[in-house]
């Protein structure tokens, strides 16, 4: 049976203050949509959605953003082998949350960069975690034959 070695500790604490910050960051996106009136975000970057207000893509974004965040860091503090394959789907969720967000309102924002950023961030440190890095980077492989060129 294979043993599975746990990843560098600085890129477990890197997973988990990325996947913290979009955690808290969705639940005070989802009180201030839901319960704040939206923000101060102008209700007109809604036109044309199937939203009359914030209050739906609030609970959203507290729910399935950071919904996924919860369970990546669930399974990380748990010391599940999972944590970092939902690492990469929290991080993918809010790549595609910012996307869609940007494609409704069709506004974009600073936040808008610093979060696709987070997400890219935490899904690439959460594939490297799953071991997709080889080690030593440009190593050779010795099972490729120089007749597969």
């Not at 319960?35 to 914030?54: A, H, K, N, R, V």
């Not at 959203?60 to 919904?67: A, K, N, Q």
């Not at 890219?120 to 490297?128: E, M």
């Amino acid at each position: 049976m294979a043993t599975v070695s746990s990843p560098p500790r600085a890129l477990r604490i890197g997973l988990y203050v990325i996947a913290w910050f979009n955690l808290l960051s969705a639940l005070v996106g989802m009180v201030g949509l839901t319960f704040g009136g939206g923000l101060g975000i102008p209700l007109e970057w809604l036109e044309g959605s199937i939203f009359t207000s914030y209050f739906w893509p609030g609970v959203i974004l507290g729910v399935v953003v950071g919904g996924v965040q919860a369970l990546a860091l669930a399974a990380q503090y748990g010391r599940y082998r999972v944590a970092w394959g939902l690492h990469a789907a929290a991080g993918l969720t809010m790549m595609i949350w910012i996307f869609v967000e940007i494609a409704i309102m069709l506004v974009w924002s600073p936040l808008h960069g610093i979060y696709f950023a987070t997400g890219l961030i935490q899904t690439v440190l959460s594939v490297v975690a799953l071991g997709a890095w080889p080690s030593p980077f440009l190593q050779r492989d010795p099972r490729a034959s120089s007749t597969s060129r």
